[in-house]
């Protein structure tokens, strides 16, 4: 099956600073890698995804790359502000099979002021 | 619309309880997904379903049993309850999981096996 590694699991940034978190998958098939926020006690919510047709999306001050190749995608936080502070998950789904997601293990990222 | 919606917010049980966690959402997604959560973990899927009477195991479902009789409702059942399975339980819906996978969270359940 998909195996998901994520890191770092802390990152601490000044405010200002821009953040990456790495994520790497092992599954060939997975084409579709989305990036969750979860904010102290809830859910977590989808703050941008990329497809594997894809190599950089945007969206304002979030960006997240793909390189098909190595297997491995990464979230960019640029002028991180405090209220980013959170924890962030990668995922990837693989289009093999029953098309579930496998997610990392989360990146709790702080922004201090 | 409410989205997601999940209850309880918190319960603690005792060994061998059995207990609901209810899931609803009022998006008219076909699949629908439980998540649990342990610290410092990523989301493990307990189960999930694809529509109306088909639910199928994820990664983690020993100790769980899931029915899918409506579109908006996806109830977790646990049995006998153990401390292992201490958590926080996620449901979650998407309209589908190719073509548009964005998958919608609920609040939560934080359970507590004592």
């Known amino acids: 099956g998909e195996n998901v590694e994520q890191h770092p699991s802390t990152l601490s940034v000044q405010e200002g600073d821009s953040a990456v978190i790495k994520c790497t998958y092992s599954?060939?098939?997975?084409?579709?890698f989305p990036w969750y926020k979860q904010e102290l006690g809830k859910g977590p919510q989808l703050i941008i995804d990329?497809?594997?047709?894809?190599g950089e999306k945007k969206d304002q001050r979030i960006a997240v790359t793909l390189n098909k190749t190595a297997k491995h995608f990464s979230l960019h936080i640029t002028e991180t502000q405090p209220e980013d502070s959170a924890v962030y998950f990668c995922?990837?789904?693989?289009?093999?099979?029953?098309?579930?997601?496998?997610f990392g293990r989360g990146t709790s990222l702080i922004v201090h002021p | 619309n409410a989205g997601v919606t999940q209850t309880p917010k918190f319960r603690i049980l005792k060994i061998g309880q059995s207990m609901t966690l209810q899931c609803t959402q009022d998006m008219n997604h076909n699949y629908m997904y439980w998540y649990r959560q342990d610290p410092g973990m990523g989301l493990k899927l307990i189960y999930y379903?694809?529509?109306?009477?088909?639910?199928d195991k994820g990664e983690v479902p020993n100790g769980y049993n899931v029915s899918r009789s409506t579109t908006e409702d996806f109830p977790l059942r646990l049995e006998l309850a153990a401390p292992s399975q201490t958590s926080v339980y996620f449901c979650?819906?998407?309209?589908?999981?190719?073509?548009?996978?964005?998958?919608?969270f609920g609040p939560g359940t934080r359970l507590t096996v004592l």
């Open positions: 979650a819906s998407s309209y589908s999981q190719e073509f548009y996978n964005e998958q919608f």
């Open positions: 995922a990837a789904f693989s289009s093999g099979g029953s098309y579930i997601p496998t």
């Open positions: 990329i497809r594997s047709n894809v």
């Open positions: 599954d060939s098939a997975s084409n579709y």
């Open positions: 379903s694809v529509g109306a009477g088909i639910t």
